[in-house]
């Protein structure tokens, strides 16, 4: 069995330090007239999924669980038809101020813009079309490269490796994918994962995923549209900082079975 990846790790950066692990929201607080913290921000990192912005955004306006994602009926959202009203990869990772009796409805909406403005621009849409996609298609891609990239210098490469797969017609095989489909972070994959039935199992199904897989960032929108030159086809962070890419099977074989290694001795030092 191919295993194009296994990396599964998330990082936010929002207050100058990176946190392994799963992203919390990391409200920005000022004191009120009774000295209590209020919140004054929402920072929203890249790589977050809808559902934890959502959860983000009902914590900071200390909202009952489920509001923000029952209110996009009524936001009015400006989305691509292709989206089909999900607004997945268009929740612009960002820091985005709190207004007075600020709504979900308001700041979903003020997300989805700041995305638009960022992602319908001339530069975006030529190299969509220079890499004969549009920019759904390119937000897409942009996400899985956010999802997979170990680093802002491995994005290129990634979305290279997306595209030569494509071009080959085979399946992307991206851990990322079934994940999102699991609606979990994992750096492990199974034989039964792969196996399970979703139109996000990029291991079952051909061509890019029906939607985006998280909110990507600009960053990833650039590597989108501008993948590295290679003939990359696999690709495995054996350990950070540490991403190893091949056009050779044998070879990733052999890079996996590092990155097993490297997991096995770590599972060991934390017993």
Known sequence: MIRLTRRGRLALIATGAVVAGTAVAVPLLTLDSDGENKPTALVVPEGWRAGQ?????????????????KSLAKANLRLPIDAEGNPEGYLFPATYPLKEKATPEQMVSFMVDTANKKFNGAPIAAGAQRNSMNVYQAVTIASIVQSEAASKADMGKVARVVFNRLERGMPLQMDSTINYALNRSSLKTTEADTRIDSPYNSYQRMGLPPTPIANPGEDAMRAAI?????????????????????ADYAEHQRNVAEFNRVQQRSRATAR
């Open 226 to 246: 501008t993948p590295t030159p290679g003939n990359w086809l696999y690709f495995v962070t054996v350990k950070y900082g540490d991403t190893r890419f091949t």
């Open 53 to 69: 912005v959502y959860s983000a955004v009902d914590k900071v306006l200390a909202l009952p669980p489920g509001t923000t994602k």
